[in-house]
Structure formats: C-alpha cells, structure tokens
C-alpha cells in the first residue's frame, strides 16, 4: 500500500457549498444589508457559514475592488464560481441582486409618493449616517482579525489621505499603491521563508 500523499494530508478539507446554501447565503446578505452589503456579507461568509477564513474573505474582497463595478457583487461571483463554478457565480449574482431590487422597486414607488415631506428628507440623512458607521465599523473589525503588518497599516492610511483627504481618483490611487505594495508583502514574504527554512 503506497504511503499516503503528505501534500494531501497537511491541507485542510474545504467543505462544498451547495447551490441552495448559496442561494439562502447571498439572498440573506440581499435582504439585511441596507446602507450597504459589505457588512453583512462578511458576517454571513466568514462568522455565520463559514465558508472563508478571514484571511480568504479579505482577499476575495480585495480583488472584488480593483476589478470594475462594485466589489460584493465582484466577491459574489467569485465566491460561488470557487464553489459551484459559473453555475454558482450566477446562483450567488441572482440571490444577492433579488431582495434589493424588490425592495428598491417599493421604496422608489413610495419615494416618489413623499419624497418632499421633511421625515422623509430626515430619514435620509440618519440612514445615511448609520451606512458610513456599518463601513467604518466593519474595515476595524477585519482589520483586528487579520493583525495587518506596518507595511499593510502604512498602505491603508496612503490610501486614505490620497483618497478621502486629497480627493484624487481611486484608479489612479489604485495604480500607484497597488504594485508597490504587492512587491513589498512578496517581498516580505520570501525574506519570511529564508527564516523559517
């Protein structure tokens, strides 16, 4: 009896999720994520199902971002095709999209019913204010569990001032940060194995 392959022995055994489990996931992430889905698409993904680490999520979300359109529907896709394959691309795509564009479909219906009445107006603005708390809240509680090194906390604040304090554009950011600090971490991580060997 041959021995067992090593390789195959030391990775861990990643669970398929099936197309329904996929359907129920994103519909749900649909559904509850007003002011914005990142949120609660990090809950459902990582704490709830567990269907990535932390470290997969933020990795997932992060090519999510330098792709065009918006980045959880960008993780959507990727996260079904890694476990149905295009069938589950389109299985997570069409769940994620269906609660919100109902609910999008009323509202706009009621808005434009009351849109002039000062409550509504009101209720904006707290909505609005709630979004950017459910954001910011969320980058602090990824970046707790991922413990960033100080070249990855250096990249951030970059790309913090270089957008939200200088206003420059997020591609021309994007393309400048980006390839330094992929080279630096690749870099950091080869002087990481010289170590460890």
């Known amino acids: 009896m041959p021995p067992p392959d090593a390789s195959k022995a030391s990775a861990p055994a990643r669970a398929t999720v099936g197309r329904t489990a996929l359907f129920l996931g994103f519909l749900k992430i649909g559904l509850l994520g007003f002011g914005g889905i990142a949120a609660w698409a990090r809950r459902v993904v990582v704490?709830?199902?567990?269907?990535?680490?932390?470290?997969?999520?933020?990795?997932?979300?992060?090519?999510?971002?330098?792709?065009?359109?918006?980045?959880?529907?960008?993780?959507?896709?990727?996260i079904g095709d890694r476990f149905q394959g295009a069938t589950g691309s389109l299985v997570a795509l069409a769940a994620l999209m269906a609660m919100p564009l109902a609910v999008l479909m009323t509202l706009a219906l009621i808005y434009?019913?009351?849109?002039?009445?000062?409550?509504?107006?009101?209720?904006?603005?707290?909505?609005?204010?709630?979004?950017?708390?459910?954001?910011?809240?969320?980058?602090?509680?990824?970046?707790?569990?991922?413990?960033?090194?100080?070249?990855?906390?250096?990249?951030?604040?970059?790309?913090?001032?270089?957008?939200?304090?200088?206003q420059l554009p997020l591609i021309l950011v994007v393309v400048i940060l980006a390839p330094i600090s992929i080279a630096i971490a690749f870099k950091g991580r080869r002087a990481n194995m010289k170590v460890h060997q």
């Open 47 to 78: 704490e709830e199902r567990a269907w990535l680490s932390e470290s997969e999520y933020a990795a997932v979300v992060g090519v999510g971002q330098i792709l065009p359109g918006p980045n959880t529907i960008n993780a959507a896709v990727m």
């Open 112 to 166: 434009d019913r009351f849109a002039a009445h000062p409550s509504v107006q009101a209720a904006l603005a707290g909505t609005a204010a709630a979004a950017a708390g459910m954001v910011i809240g969320t980058a602090l509680k990824m970046a707790r569990n991922l413990k960033p090194t100080r070249a990855a906390l250096l990249f951030g604040l970059l790309a913090f001032v270089a957008v939200g304090l200088l």
